[in-house]
């Protein structure tokens, strides 16, 4: 989740993205669609929250150090920097580890907006959207950094394999239909003839041809190696622990680091929070609170004799193909603060 700092008649609000903004997105030009593949598809594949809208401008004037500073190195906050560098912004990256080391490096990366919504809302359009960039903006970062990033366009298999996965499935098919949404109804043979070697449980199951997956763990690092050749100051191994408001505004963050030179404020024009479930001991101090938490997910990745061809979900269980020849599986979710120890039960 991002957030932006912003500054008005009454005092310091967070503004968030939503799926109305139809001509601008922090710092982009209006007449450059494509300027917001980044921002949309880095919002689904790894953040999948509601957000409501806020459109940033940007003053040039008032960033003594930079002209943004963006807190937190995941894939948004990545993709965010990519697009301000690409305005000619001075841009600052601030990150508590490596880039993409926490959520982002986590995630499965299946960018499944079919599969994983009965309810076509608001929220519904700005995921369609982002799945339907993706796939120029995994093009410009690639190109940019040199980097592949594992990106496949393959489809999506739910699988049926119980009465309560039965049910779920048959209330995806009803209402994407209602919608006009393209879906495949196969049976349990056709399953088996696309994916072999499932179980022999499963009764039958949807194919959703429009959704993909992308390898995260190569996604964020491929984006830092971009930001580096765009001119952007990544600065790792450094967490924001303050920010600091002088009339109304937020004025510039301190930040603590192994290097002491980093530890000095940095002020800018504008921040942009993109630090997770760190942005809420952020923002406390001024009197806002922001409903979020950590979440450990465990998975288990394995090698198999050949290619998993598309991902498979059961419910609320996947499995998503890796190169070479690896599968992962997924996923618990323990609310259990900031453990990320594996406890292999």
């Known amino acids: 989740m991002w957030w932006v700092l912003e500054r008005s008649g009454s005092g310091i609000h967070l503004g968030r993205l939503c799926p109305s903004a139809q001509n601008a997105i922090v710092g982009c030009s209006a007449d450059r669609q494509e300027s917001r593949a980044a921002l949309f598809g880095a919002l689904w594949a790894m953040c999948k929250l509601p957000v409501t809208l806020k459109i940033m401008s940007v003053n040039l004037r008032s960033a003594p150090t930079a002209d943004v500073v963006v807190i937190g190195g995941g894939v948004i906050g990545c993709a965010i920097a990519f697009r301000l560098a ?136 491929a984006l830092a190696q971009a930001l580096e050749r765009l001119g952007v100051e990544f600065r790792a191994h450094t967490a924001a622990t303050r920010l600091q408001v002088a009339g109304g505004r937020v004025i510039s963050v301190e930040t603590r680091s192994a290097s002491a030179a980093a530890n000095s404020p940095i002020s800018a024009g504008h921040f942009i929070l993109a630090a997770g479930c760190w942005s809420c001991e952020l923002v406390a101090p001024l009197g806002m609170c922001l409903p979020v938490q950590p979440c450990r997910g465990q998975m288990i990745e394995f090698e198999s004799p050949r290619e998993l061809p598309v991902v498979v979900r059961a419910g609320h269980h996947y499995l998503v193909p890796r190169a070479p020849n690896r599968i992962l599986v997924g996923t618990t979710a323990e609310y259990t603060g900031y453990q990320k120890e594996v406890t292999g039960e």
């Open 86 to 221: 690409h305005a000619h912004l001075k841009v600052v990256v601030l990150e508590r580890g490596e880039p993409g080391g926490e959520a982002s490096g986590a995630a499965a990366g299946m960018i499944a907006p079919q599969g994983e919504m009965v309810n076509f809302d608001a929220f519904f359009e700005l995921c369609a959207a982002s799945r339907d960039l993706y796939p120029s903006f995994v093009e410009e970062v690639e190109e940019l950094s040199g980097e592949t990033v594992g990106y496949r366009r393959d489809g999506i298999l739910m699988v049926a394999a119980d009465d309560q996965h039965s049910r779920e499935l048959d209330e995806i098919s009803r209402s994407q239909a209602r919608q006009g949404l393209p879906l495949e109804r196969l049976t349990a043979e056709s399953v088996h003839e696309r994916v072999p070697g499932l179980s022999p449980a499963v009764r039958w199951g949807l194919f959703v041809r429009g959704d993909h997956w992308v390898d995260n763990e190569r996604l964020t690092p």
